[in-house]
Nanobody
Framework: QVQLVESGGGLVQAGGSLRLSCAAS????????MNWYRQAPGKQRELVAG???????NYADSVKGRFVISRDNAKNTVYLHMNSLEPEDTAVYYC?????????????WGQGTQVTVSS
């Protein structure tokens, strides 16, 4: 059974940095893509950043230049390096993984980790 476990959230002042980690287990295959989403109170969940097994990355416009996503395929772990944090980055951050088996995509979610940025 696939499990995603996030860590690294917390409280930080505006302008500070945090690194989130998401360790995936339960799959013998490398995940096709691993992503970070976030959901602020009263808002929809949004994609923050994603990275494929080949290393291709994509970012939401609001975090470009401030956040960096990386992954260690050997450890099935994805990281989100968050710099120059702003109060608007406050949200629960969720790890998401997509696993392709033949022609079917399976999606998995972590439990979320809270990030709070104080002004």
């Amino acid at each position: 059974q696939v499990q995603l476990v996030e860590s690294g959230g917390g409280l930080v002042q505006a302008g500070g940095s945090l690194r989130l980690s998401c360790a995936a287990s339960g799959s013998r295959k490398s995940f096709t893509a691993m992503n970070w989403y976030r959901q602020a109170p009263g808002k929809q969940r949004e994609l923050v950043a994603g990275i494929t097994s080949g290393g291709t990355t994509n970012y939401a416009d609001s975090v470009k230049g401030r956040f960096v996503i990386s992954r260690d395929n050997a450890k099935n772990t994805v990281y989100l390096h968050m710099n120059s944090l702003e109060p608007e980055d406050t949200a629960v951050y969720y790890c998401n993984a997509r696993l392709r088996i033949i022609i079917t995509d399976y999606y998995y979610w972590g439990q979320g980790t809270q990030v709070t940025v104080s002004s």
